[in-house]
Every structure is written in C-alpha cells, then in structure tokens.
C-alpha cells in the first residue's frame, strides 16, 4: 500500500458510520477506489458484509484461491 499511494493524493469519503470504532469510508488514489485496486491486484478479497458485493467482480481466481475469505463476509 504504501508503494502504490507514496507521493500521490489520497482522497477518502466517511460515511459518518462506525464499526469496531473505525470510521467507515471509501478511499480513491487518483479518482480510483483504493479498494478495487487491492481486490483486481489479488491482494484481497470482497467482503461483501461491508462492501454490498461492490468487489466481487474484481477479484481474480488466484486471490480466491490463495486467500481465506473472512467467515463475517
């Protein structure tokens, strides 16, 4: 992460929600979601729990196969 975002700006939009006394939001490097990015890069997956299924069709059969969904998603 810090590779992809050193020297570049960082927008994020809070939703004025909270869970696990985090703030909930969205957060885009260059007008692209930084979430996306991660999930078509097959470094994470959709949590669709958070994320309403918004990543799902990012994410690459090597990230499904490599990495554990979490049981909450």
Known sequence: MVRLVR??????????????????GT????????AAIAVANGHALDC??????????YETPAARSRLARARYC
């Open 48 to 57: 669709a729990r958070y994320s309403g299924g918004r990543y799902r069709q």
């Open 27 to 34: 957060c885009y490097l260059d007008g692209t979601d930084i």
């Open 7 to 24: 020297g570049k700006t960082v927008t994020c939009q809070l939703t004025g929600a909270r869970t696990y006394d985090r703030w909930v």
